[in-house]
């Protein structure tokens, strides 16, 4: 209950018949603490007539409990504020007062009070916990009066054996000003008003409008097949914010402020007034729902029967009932002022007397009750009122509601309702099956579930639909959500919301092995989903997700089986992410220009970049589902452009491949000739040979692939000849420093150059996504933004399709350029990135939208927005503040990126530095930091050096490179060799 908090050694004892709130941990002083001490909470003296209040001095001492006292006797209890502590069944028990009262157990007659005197053949014996335990204690109480007070002799024993165990202890009281207490009592209008409390309400009680529950104002769900997106060119993939609204905006007159809505599903036009309660319901409007109702267990067929019928306080439940071994339904139907126990001569049914109701409707007091029943005990608990079976006509909503019905229309349904077997609430209450009770409110709580992952995937919401998978799964109601699913991917006609349809149904399977199968990141390449793939990759989504369910049926026997199904729906979902993505090709833009010479090298170098800040939300499918900003500056390394690339034409009818060792003079690393076309179809494979250098020839269409020319002939026709392509890097891999991106920027860069083609720094931007995307590495925009754009610079994107990146330049004050590169530093700290299933597990929080995902991603926005700021104003302290955050922001989303070995380096810095953080995804590669004096190279290698457990490290001075990448056409080198080994050839 958060009242244990700071309390010594000891028992608590709660009652089960109130409920107990408060805003805060109550401060409780517990120093010096003896005995026992009971719980109060402060109540009006109006309330207190019909309750238990405390009598207590000063100090806290506890004089005596009275229970529905006269108003002078509850005055006496009033504090200065006029308020009373009201019993509100809290009590503490210190440890020895708790083995007191636990050694009367054995004494006579207390041993009644538990199975060893039961067992033993003592009758029974009941004690209050209040009146016979806590009482003896009261410190106004004497022990003859007390004794006295017990009723029957056992209880009078009982009173003293417990009087001579406690009255030692002193017993005292604690009243929490700001706490609230609601008794639980079987009136219906308490029951409503404890769920229908307002915001403004004084009680500290706050219960939702709507819990657990899909609210729909719609007749029926539009196919989002069938929505017209605004600002889209045909043929292009609508973007997540840019089409019409799918669903018209909750009308707030139809559910008023007041009303409560738990488990149910509402369709159409349910207007809900305020004081009145819907729970496990299924209701289709129009349907008016009048104040002081209490609606429960009521499935959609109910509807027709409600729609019409006056609806005002009242309270109408269905329930199910099992007569032997005969499942049925029943409905009640009784009034929120309605007193269950009262005699009738006195009492009211469905609110007015049960004379008038009579009058009404016809019915008679002989057909509730039998003739010998004593006129005291007909009562409303009693009276056999809902109809249970008939012998020839279903029964229904409608046999109970003509209860409310006018005089006129009553004398219709008389004869019918005196036909059935009619049960009283006394004798259905044994009858009610629980067991079903729960599986129907399951069921709809599913139901509507089903219509929650609907609302949220075709509304593109960022609410997370993991709670309600894992929930499903664990009861079985998997198959039904994966159902849904697959209907959504299927025909939202959307590559996004399909894509995270299909991410879904890989939570589904990953929750169903339940921990077990092996790792849900992997290989997703198996040739049983093969065919399923294809027609994902042709854009024919509705098949595609078609024979991914029929394959996923073979693999649900074992958890190895569904882990592995679970990576291909995400090998599938990466294939629409990349469809999303390569809409960005739209923006790139190519112009003809003058052919080079044959042999004459275009040659490409570029700047490494660093990532101040923003970085992940440039990832897809998060940049155009969320809106990405990075912050980027293009560095040299040791005062050089580390990235390059250089191409020639060549007589020969080939393409030469070449990776170079670190600078374009050095000794090929890997050579390869492609002279087919089919030695380009690996090209879709990061590991393959050459892969990144062939994908640049697909992209750039020098090459036509897949095409009915052979290779030859296409470069003939075109170029008059083949093409020799040589890349370098002199940083290491997973350098974090955007190595491949940048380079495949300078690859394509040169390229269209040596082919007779210009494209401008944008549409190299773009057309890297491009050709990441058909190289299926995935990744995102601000490597090439970092180190093809010169200097400082934010990148951003919109959340929209298609994606659009637009960097803006960040102007820096006079002379600050140098200031940073006095302070700025790159360590490589030995570690390799360990970034091979990073992406994965983003990507797959993202889709989950883990609200610790979505609120990072907005962190990530907002700090590159403030990082941009800071360096406008040349603000390093501000700065370092960022690249901190932004560290903390890289781990949040990709936890365990920071090696041990890179922690310590971090802490060893930390005084040194105002900011540092990891280049790239993390994991290892370059730490770069903000120093806090200049040209501190020395200084931090003599402080790394004394630091255990780095293993080797270098500290490399970087620069801002304001100029950006270089093209230049150069002459033939004749050193150049004209015919790589033929042993390599493909």
């Not at 399951?442 to 919401?461: P, T």
């Not at 090298?601 to 700047?607: A, G, L, M």
């Amino acid at each position: 209950m958060g009242l244990c908090v700071g309390s010594p050694p000891g028992v608590w004892v709660c009652s089960t018949d109130m409920l107990l709130t408060m805003p805060s941990a109550p401060g409780i002083d517990w120093d010096g603490f003896q005995g026992v001490r009971v719980i109060a909470v402060p109540g009006s003296q109006v309330y207190a007539r019909n309750h238990g209040v405390y009598l207590a001095d000063e100090q806290g001492l506890v004089h005596d409990i009275i229970y529905k006292g006269t108003e002078a006797q509850i005055q006496q209890c009033a504090g200065p504020n006029g308020t009373v502590p009201l019993v509100c069944g809290v009590v503490f028990f210190s440890s020895d007062a708790a083995e007191q009262l636990l050694a009367t157990h054995v004494i006579p007659p207390l041993d009644a009070c538990t199975y060893m005197g039961l067992d033993s053949g003592a009758p029974p014996i009941q004690l209050s916990l209040f009146f016979d335990i806590v009482l003896c204690m009261a410190g106004g109480m004497m022990e003859e009066d007390f004794v006295k007070g017990g009723g029957d002799t056992r209880v009078r024993s009982a009173r003293s054996v417990l009087w001579t165990a406690l009255r030692a202890f002193p017993l005292s009281m604690a009243c929490i000003p700001d706490a609230s207490y609601d008794y639980m009592t079987t009136s219906a209008s308490n029951h409503i008003h404890s769920l229908t409390l307002l915001p403004r309400s004084a009680s500290h009680l706050r219960f939702c409008k709507t819990a657990h529950s899909h609210v729909d104002v719609r007749p029926s769900i539009p196919s989002l097949a069938h929505t017209r997106f605004l600002g889209v060119a045909p043929g292009c993939v609508a973007g997540p914010r840019s089409h019409v609204p799918l669903y018209p905006r909750q009308q707030p007159s139809l559910l008023e402020d007041g009303s409560s809505v738990t488990n149910c599903l509402l369709e159409g036009a349910v207007r809900l007034a305020a004081g009145s309660v819907i729970q496990h319901c299924h209701l289709q409007g129009p349907l008016e729902i009048g104040p002081g109702c209490l609606l429960s267990g009521l499935a959609a067929g109910s509807s027709p029967a409600l729609q019409g019928c006056p609806l005002r306080d009242i309270v109408l439940q269905g329930h199910h009932v099992r007569l032997d071994n005969l499942p049925c339904r029943v409905f009640t139907l009784t009034g929120r002022l309605d007193d269950w126990q009262s005699p009738a001569d006195a009492a009211t049914y469905l609110n007015v007397p049960w004379a008038e109701f009579f009058h009404r409707t016809g019915i008679q007091e002989g057909d509730l009750w039998d003739a010998e029943m004593p006129r005291r005990s007909r009562c409303l608990l009693s009276a056999r009122l809902f109809p249970v079976l008939h012998a020839c006509e279903a029964l229904g909503l409608e046999d109970v509601l003509w209860l409310l019905a006018p005089a006129a229309v009553a004398g219709e349904r008389l004869a019918r309702w005196r036909a059935a077997w009619r049960m009283s609430w006394q004798e259905l209450l044994p009858c009610l099956d629980k067991a079903a009770e729960l599986g129907a409110r399951r069921a709809l709580f599913f139901l509507q579930g089903q219509r929650k992952v609907r609302r949220v995937l075709l509304g593109r919401q960022d609410s997370s639909l993991l709670p309600l998978i894992r929930s499903a799964v664990h009861e079985g109601y998997h198959e039904a959500v994966l159902g849904t699913l697959d209907d959504v991917a299927s025909t939202a006609g959307d590559t996004g919301i399909a894509a995270r349809a299909l991410a879904c149904i890989a939570d589904v399977l990953g929750c169903m092995a339940r921990g077990e199968g092996g790792l849900r990141s992997g290989p997703a390449a198996n040739r049983e989903w093969a065919s399923a793939f294809r027609h994902l990759e042709s854009g024919d989504i509705a098949s595609g997700v078609q024979e991914l369910a029929a394959e996923r049926q073979k693999w649900m026997s074992r958890p190895a089986l569904l882990v592995r199904a679970a990576r291909h729906y995400e090998g599938a979902e990466q294939i629409l992410i990349r469809q999303a993505v390569m809409s960005s090709c739209q923006f790139v833009t190519v112009r003809q220009v003058e052919l080079p010479p044959l042999g004459h090298w275009v040659q490409v170098t570029c700047p490494a970049r660093l990532d101040l800040s923003g970085g992940w939300s440039d990832t897809p499918p998060i940049t155009y589902e969320h809106g990405g900003a990075v912050v980027d500056v293009a560095v040299l390394v040791d005062g050089c452009r580390p990235i390059g690339a250089r191409v020639r034409r060549i007589s020969e009818l080939e393409l030469r491949l070449v990776s170079l060792g670190g600078t374009p003079q050095s000794e090929a690393a890997v050579e390869l000739v492609c002279r087919e076309l089919e030695h380009l179809q690996d090209y879709c494979q990061p590991h393959a040979p050459g892969a990144l250098l062939k994908a640049a020839f697909i992209c750039t269409q020098v090459v036509q692939f897949p095409s009915q020319k052979p290779l030859r002939v296409q470069l003939m026709e075109s170029f008059g000849g083949g093409f020799e392509v040589h890349t370098w890097s002199k940083l290491p891999h997973g350098s974090g420093l955007g190595t491949s991106s940048i380079l495949a920027g300078a690859v394509m860069a040169s390229l269209y150059q040596a082919a007779g083609k210009a494209a401008s720094t944008e549409s190299l931007i773009h057309a890297v996504l491009h050709l990441e995307q058909r190289l299926t590495t995935g990744g995102g925009w601000q490597d090439q933004v970092g180190g093809l754009v010169p200097s400082i610079k934010i990148g951003r994107s919109k959340a929209q399709l298609p994606l659009r990146v637009e960097v803006q330049k960040i102007s820096v004050p006079t002379g600050f350029t140098q200031t940073l590169n006095n302070h700025l530093l790159l360590v490589y700290t030995g570690k390799t990135r360990l970034a091979r299933n990073l992406l994965q597990d983003v990507v797959r929080n993202w889709y989950a939208r883990l609200p610790s995902a979505v609120q990072n991603a907005d962190a990530l926005v907002s700090n590159a927005e403030e990082c941009a700021q800071a360096l406008r104003q040349g603000n390093l302290l501000l700065i370092g503040k960022c690249l901190d955050r932004y560290w903390q922001q890289k781990k949040c989303m990709a936890p365990g990126c920071e090696p041990l070995a890179v922690g310590r380096m971090m802490d060893a810095l930390r005084p040194y530095v105002y900011g540092q953080c990891l280049a790239g995804a993390g994991g290892g590669g370059f730490l770069y930091v903000l120093t806090k004096g200049p040209q501190q190279k020395e200084a931090l290698h003599q402080i790394l050096a004394k630091t255990e457990g780095l293993g080797n490290f270098s500290i490399h001075s970087i620069e801002v490179d304001t100029g950006g990448f270089s093209v230049e056409v150069v002459g033939c080198d004749p050193k150049d060799s004209a015919h790589p080994r033929e042993d390599v050839a493909m």
